[in-house]
């Protein structure tokens, strides 16, 4: 189960009974002359405030998020943008979706961009960098921002995994130009589907409301921002108030959620112990990582699926929260296809797949997925779960590496 998932409860129940009474479900247009009862713009202000950003702003989804940060960032056809092969679909699919072509980096062991990706993918048509924070910890944003700046590349955070988790002491979405968020079952908090795009930049901001809700630019927005842009065609990325409801009632849960995971990390790993050959997830700040999927490499591929079997065969589980995978390994990247050929970012690349988006192309990435476990902890775990899992791992791993 989702983290957010596991402790939908009263509260949630309790604020969509309110909308449901008070019968505004869409966020802007109230019920007759009663306006909604603005939960998405309570969700916004609490998300700008914990993020100390000016603007934030509720989507549909953490793809329609990307979707709309890529496009206020103005990424179109021709552009291309650097992110990480290991990554959710959307984040390949979203830069697809504007036109402009995904590409691919190498992760290191911290299991986010590698860094030294940026100078050697960089070209002429390189406009910026979508770094993923994996699984609740921030990727390492010191060298990544500074690769970025000297080659003038924007910035683009995808949070979708990581609210809470922090950095040197800052949230992460609170270093690039944009970061996005997605409350989908799976993630911290979850709002059904939902998303937001956060941003200090007062013109990414209006960019981006008129991304998501049709080139319009409300009163709403105005009072927020005045308007400085001319209106482009957008799309229909708005968030309900449903969702709304139901993401406040979840954002209160975040702070006691975070102390309880990383409780339960200390202590799973505390049962684990010093195991040669077992090497921790690099967690560029241990201070800021949500503790809630923790990952280590083994020597070999044959021990880490050795090690899942053994675990399994005691109950415990060590799949990860997410469903994420090479890119090259997904059907869409194989098949290199868009919804009209003319639209495709790949045209010029025959045969395809083409360098850059086959396994050959990733061989530390390939080795480091391999050789990975995952060890998810829940929300609603407890502390004799969290010993139990370790210990597990313990008697089922130290005869593999005997
Ligand atoms: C890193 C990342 N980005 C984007 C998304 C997309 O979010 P959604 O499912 O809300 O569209 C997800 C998860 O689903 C994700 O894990």
Redesign the pocket.
Known sequence: MGLGECLLGAAEARNVARVMRHGALFRYYGRGHQPSLGYVRRLEQQMARRHHLKYALGVS????A?EVALGALGVGPGDEVILPVW??V??FTAIVRLGARPVLAEVDDTLSLDPAEIDRLTTPATRGILV?HYQGVAADLNPILAHARRRKLWVLE?C??SLGASYHGRQVGTFGDIATY???Q?KVITSG?G?MVLTSGARLYERAVRMSDLGLYRDEHRAIQPAGVTSFAGSNYRLGELAGAVGCAQFARVPPMIRHLRRLRAIMQRNVGVLPGLVWRRIPDPAGDLGFDSYFFLPTHAQALALKARAQARGVGLAPH?GTYCQYAREYCQSGATQAAQFSPFAGIRPWPGPGYREQDFPRTTDLVGRMVSVPLGALFTAADAAHVGRVIREELAPLLA
């Open positions: 989804s953490g793809t329609a990307l990554s959710w959307s984040c993923v995808d979708a995994e997605s409350f989908q799976r589907e998303g997410t």
